[in-house]
């Protein structure tokens, strides 16, 4: 298991204007740094830098000879700041309304810049973790070669915002919040075929549906693991990811991205839905070439980047396997379904 690092970050200065100490950590896995192409990957809510080998998170797309082979990366994961992984209470985050994606965004290109990293090869993340690689994007718009979000868009829409609202007033005012907010969520990452399909309306006993089970096991596992503190600041991260924010529009932003973008969408995402994501893609094309597409076909909704693995090394294969190419960057690609 790769070990924790750290980065010690003195009077940053947060969007809200307000400055604080951080302490960034992060792992490595893979080739050495500086001697292979860099991925970085951004996790998502209740994810950590622990990517790939024992419990690592994304196994299934991270590791030797996987879609993202370890053999030919240096994968790098910063842990987002105050998620609790680190396991040093001191450096939880209570004031986290004061926090934003683009504040973690600028905090993970400061820790980039202390490695001497001038060029990374993909910046890839999953839900919040895509939201950040977008604001990423946007504030260091030469510093990677493929940008991919993944269930994810480059602003948190109406309905994100809502069931944050939602999520925050659960986590501030429930008896039990971390296992409430947890309730409410997994609705929220899966869908009702999903639902359907797993549990027919099975009971577990003759007073509980096995769905309710399912729902309760959730909310006491990430009891047992998360801090509340933890779970507000992620929430808020959520809720708050906005390229254009304090800038000027859509167009004049992404003009400035050298990147070629790359989005991955769910066709049953319930909460960065596909139809925006499509919205996203076809703005893109209209400003720059070196944009593309794909979709993971699935019932099981926003969580599909976690379950669907066949299908999103698929759709990720052409630009981590050096067999295959990326041959024609004014056109959708023929690995992409098109709309």
Not at 150 to 157: E, F
Not at 185 to 206: I, V
Request: hydrophobic letters at 40%; proline letters at 3%; aromatic letters at 10%.
């Amino acid at each position: 298991m790769s070990k924790l690092r750290y980065i010690s970050i003195r009077d940053f200065e947060l969007k809200s204007r307000t400055t604080q100490d951080i302490l960034l950590s992060y792992q490595i896995f893979g080739q050495p740094i500086h001697t292979a192409p860099i991925v970085l990957v951004i996790h998502a809510l209740t994810g950590n830098s622990n990517i790939t080998g024992i419990n690592g998170w994304w196994n299934d797309l991270i590791g030797d000879s996987k879609c993202i082979d370890t053999n030919k990366y240096t994968i790098l994961a910063f842990n987002i700041p105050g998620n609790g992984y680190d396991n040093i209470a001191d450096h939880l985050i209570e004031n986290y309304s004061e926090f934003s994606a683009r504040d973690i965004a600028k905090l993970f290109a400061y820790g980039i810049e202390q490695l001497e990293i001038d060029s990374i090869y993909a910046i890839i993340g999953g839900s919040v973790g895509g939201g950040i690689a977008w604001e990423l994007a946007a504030f260091k718009p030469d510093l990677a070669q493929y940008v991919i979000p993944i269930a994810a868009d480059w602003k948190s829409t109406d309905w994100v915002i809502a069931n944050c609202h939602i999520q925050d007033a659960i986590l501030n005012h429930s008896n039990k919040p971390l296992a409430d907010a947890r309730l409410h969520a997994m609705t929220l990452y899966r869908t009702p075929e999903s639902f359907t399909h797993k549990f027919q309306r099975s009971k577990k006993n003759a007073r509980h549906f096995n769905v309710e089970s399912w729902l309760d096991h959730h909310g006491e596992k990430l009891e047992d693991r998360f801090h509340l503190s933890s779970y507000k600041l992620m929430n808020q991260l959520l809720k708050s990811i906005d390229i254009v924010d304090e800038r000027d529009d859509f167009e004049s932003v992404v003009q400035t991205i050298s990147s070629h973008i790359h989005i991955v969408t769910i066709t049953s995402d319930l909460l960065f839905k596909p139809e925006e994501n499509w919205d996203t893609y076809r703005q893109l094309k209209s400003i720059k070439t070196n944009v593309s597409i794909s979709e993971i076909n699935s019932i099981h909704g926003h969580d599909a980047f976690l379950i669907e693995f066949e299908q999103l090394s698929s759709s990720l294969s052409p630009f981590f396997n050096s067999d295959t190419s990326i041959t024609n960057e004014n056109d959708t690609y023929n690995y992409i379904w098109n709309r």
